[in-house]
């Protein structure tokens, strides 16, 4: 296993380039299966999980090419299984369901077991699917799924789940008859998924707002399509300005899309502008304290949860963290208390206390975001920081140590 070893106390300057984003890419590959050909996508990063994708998606029968962030699925002839040696890595195959029932009316598919950040069930996927016509089974820990021809339903979700709004806008698109996601998710990379299979000839409306609703067609055919920008590789980036005192042009960055991040940053003090180049992000003064909640698209994002956080963990007073969408996504607060933190969890809720500067230490990442919110700590800590279990940074972040490098960062991967 590796681990990144950080030399803190330099502030970024420089200009740094997001990439295509993660949570939109996965999804919009598994829509590549409704397709009756060929489809293209470009801006794809080069991630763990895109790479298990793509091995999922040849299992399933489609041919795959991948590079220099150009993927090129062609579906074959289908095959039903998703095996629980690549689910039990990546949850998102869970939205291979969607898809497999569309075109070829059976699925099995491992269920996916929770991960570090919480439960993550998925019956809203499930019941959904159901109300489209769709029988499943639990066997041995997979979902066996079957139906004959999707019917187009009335659906209303419990929550605004993003999963199980892309599943089910996904088996809908070749349903027979109208389709209604009530409650449905809003974030950007459900938007962006519906762009795509629109630009396949879907008919679909309402994407981005609460409510979807989506008219089944008989065939999709394949179109190129460029994957939007990560925005939450870029507000990553926005908090590494920050943390580190310094000043930094972020191109390709979503300015909508992270208005509620923005205007966090803004709130603890930070300068955030839009220019023709990208966004500059820079510390005007002193940074203070805050409060966030997270919640569904368009409120604040828990994605962007840990790496705020860490950010809040140097600036001046109080702050309060409430972490609504998942059961536990606390798990990088001991790892930023070992580095001089001052934070109390009470439930759902961290309670952040200001202090002058963060001491690098030896730390273990626990999960994606949680290992961003570890990294952005060392680059602003006193000495030497070695992040362990960086996989779990690189399911999500392309080569974030050469990017951060090449703004003044002092990052080494190293093995374990
Ligand atoms: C997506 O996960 C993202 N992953 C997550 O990003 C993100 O944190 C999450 O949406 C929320 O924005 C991808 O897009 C691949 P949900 P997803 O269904 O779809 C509950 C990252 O770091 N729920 O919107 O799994 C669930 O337990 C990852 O990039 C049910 O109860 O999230 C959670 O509390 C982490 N039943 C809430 O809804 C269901 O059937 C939101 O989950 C589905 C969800």
Same mark, same amino acid.
């Given at each position: 296993m590796d681990k990144l070893v950080i030399d803190g106390g330099i502030p970024l300057t420089g200009s740094i380039e997001v990439s295509g984003s993660k949570n939109a890419a996965l999804p919009i590959l598994f829509a590549a299966?409704? @397709? #009756?050909d060929s489809v293209t996508f470009s801006n794809?990063?080069?991630l763990r999980d895109i790479h298990t994708t793509l091995k999922l998606l040849q299992m399933l029968g489609c041919a795959c090419e991948y590079a220099d962030g150009k993927a090129c699925i062609t579906p074959g002839t289908l095959l039903p299984e998703a095996p629980y040696e690549l689910v039990s890595t990546m949850? @998102? #195959?869970?939205?291979c369901l969607g898809p497999l029932l569309a075109r070829i009316g059976r699925a099995r598919v491992a269920l996916p077991g929770g991960c570090a950040i919480g439960a993550r069930p998925v019956d809203q996927h499930l019941k959904g699917l159901e109300q489209m016509g769709a029988r499943f089974d639990l066997e041995e820990g997979y979902i066996l799924g079957r139906c004959r021809k999707l019917k187009g339903a009335h659906v209303t979700f419990d929550m605004p789940t993003v999963g199980g709004t892309e599943n089910l806008l996904m088996a809908a698109v070749l349903a027979e008859g109208e389709t209604i996601l009530e409650n449905a998710a809003r974030e950007p990379e459900v938007v962006d998924l519906a762009n795509f299979l629109l630009a396949c000839g879907a008919r679909i409306q309402g994407?981005?707002?609460?409510c979807i609703r989506i008219q089944g067609v008989s065939e999709l055919r394949g179109a190129p399509y460029a994957i939007m920008p990560d925005r939450i590789e870029a507000g990553t980036f926005l908090v590494a300005a920050g943390i580190t005192g310094g000043e930094l042009l972020v191109r390709n960055c979503p300015f909508k899309e992270l208005e509620a991040v923005i205007l966090k940053l803004r709130d603890m003090g930070m300068e955030i502008t839009a220019t023709p180049e990208g966004v500059l992000a820079r510390c005007a003064c002193p940074l203070r304290g805050t409060d966030l909640k997270t919640q569904p698209y368009?409120?604040?994002p828990t994605d962007m949860q840990a790496q705020v956080m860490a950010l809040m963990c140097s600036a001046q007073g109080a702050s309060v963290v409430e972490e609504?969408?998942?059961?536990?996504?606390?798990?990088?607060v001991q790892e930023l208390v070992r580095m001089g933190a001052q934070i109390k969890i009470s439930g759902h809720t961290a309670m952040v206390r200001g202090v002058s500067q963060l001491a690098g230490a030896p730390v273990m990442a626990s999960d994606l975001r949680a290992s961003a919110s570890l990294v952005l700590a060392g680059l602003a800590a006193r000495g030497t920081t070695h992040v362990r279990r960086i996989y779990h940074l690189d399911r999500g972040y392309e080569r974030i140590e050469n990017k951060l490098n090449a703004v003044g960062a002092r990052i080494r991967r190293e093995k374990e």
């Open positions: 299966i409704l @397709a #009756s794809v990063p080069d949850r @998102a #195959s869970v939205l994407q981005g707002s609460s368009p409120g604040f609504s969408i998942f059961e536990n996504r606390f798990m990088h």
